[in-house]
């Protein structure tokens, strides 16, 4: 596997001959902080501080900078809203695309064929007679626009953040990319998740299936908790993956989208991925928090298709065409809210109990 190091601005290598480390820390004038020598029996964490007059000061606290790789701070940039406004937009552009104009779209054409169906079945309804006129739900046209609006919002963020990868491949393009047309392993995911939706849409839209073109979301979502799962299984990748190399162990797939969402979408670029990498490799806790991560989104595939199908095989079709849609955009934003707070918690855990380590306690 190919590791990355990182080390931070203030700390030097280690002299293999008389085990003195310096750490060189902030500080105003010319003071200088350094460790103090371990071959004379002191604490490994105590420091000297010495200025112009010689003078010994108490040792003032460890600065964040002098923490090893594994705790460094992840995504050290904060980039405005207005650095990549193209992908600032996807989210509020794929909510209106996919769940709005959808809506928007078949609801319209609803109401005026029911109104329409009404003033048909008005005579019949009249004299308390039962309309032989059935009402049709299902419009293939109609619903081929839909489809239309929906592949809109998501081709729209995929082709904003292939963009950034063609065009900015030394900022944000996976470590070892020779190429910038390899673009990031999410990038070629969701184009594939994107036509295993495509596919069940057309086909249910052409041949009147309206069960199949309600659960299109249901085979996106599919598609990805089999690739999760696949991740999980102990071996080595028949191929390279973002910045690893061909024969290393696979990692969780939420390590991988994790990743390319931050470097690329969030802006931190390749940097991040260094720290990344040096972080997963450093850390147990880390690397087991990506497997339960990715196991929590395993279980919301799961639940989101469990929830889907009780919908679409118990109600009417215009109920379920805008409710479908609804389950979808819910789970995505409490699943992500979910592992928002999570890595979070984690994290700060992490860091704590390491600090608690570093002073002894």
Request: aromatic share 14%; net charge neutral.
């Amino acid at each position: 596997m190919t590791s990355f190091n990182t080390v931070d601005k203030g700390d030097a290598e280690g002299d293999d001959h008389d085990n003195h480390s310096t750490t060189e820390a902030e500080r105003s004038g010319d003071e200088t902080v350094v460790d103090s020598d371990r071959s004379h029996g002191g604490n490994d964490n105590a420091l000297v501080v010495l200025s112009e007059d010689k003078e010994t000061a108490p040792p003032p606290p460890r600065p964040s900078s002098s923490l090893p790789p594994e705790y460094e701070k992840l995504a050290q940039k904060n980039p405005k809203p207005t650095d990549h406004l193209s992908i600032t937009i996807g989210p509020p552009i794929i909510l209106f695309f996919d769940l709005v104009v959808p809506c928007i779209i078949y609801y319209a054409w609803f109401n005026v064929h029911r109104s329409r169906w009404e003033n048909t079945c008005r005579p019949y309804t009249s004299r308390g007679e039962r309309c032989p006129v059935p009402l049709s739900q299902f419009n293939k046209d109609i619903l081929g626009y839909a489809i239309i609006s929906f592949g809109l919002g998501e081709l729209y963020i995929l082709i904003a953040r292939i963009c950034r990868l063609l065009y900015h491949p030394e900022d944000c393009a996976p470590l070892l990319s020779r190429s910038r047309w390899e673009l990031d392993a999410t990038s070629w995911v969701y184009a594939v998740a994107m036509i295993c939706a495509l596919i069940p849409f057309v086909v249910g839209s052409t041949m009147a299936i309206p069960e199949l073109y309600l659960y299109s979301p249901s085979f996106l979502m599919a598609f990805l908790g089999v690739l999760m799962v696949a991740t999980l299984i102990p071996i080595k990748t028949p191929i390279g993956i973002n910045s690893h190399a061909r024969g290393t162990p696979l990692r969780p797939f939420i390590y991988y989208a994790a990743e390319d969402f931050i470097a690329v979408d969030g802006l931190q670029d390749r940097g991040f991925r260094v720290r990344y990498n040096a972080r997963y490799n450093a850390s147990k806790a880390f690397r087991r928090m990506f497997v339960y991560l990715t196991i929590w989104w395993i279980f919301g595939v799961s639940v989101y298709i469990g929830c889907v199908s009780a919908v679409i095989w118990t109600l009417e079709f215009h109920y379920a065409f805008g409710l479908t849609l609804g389950i979808l955009f819910t789970y995505i934003i409490i699943w992500s809210a979910v592992s928002f707070y999570w890595v979070k918690v984690e994290m700060d855990r992490q860091q704590k109990l390491y600090r608690e380590k570093a002073r002894g306690v």
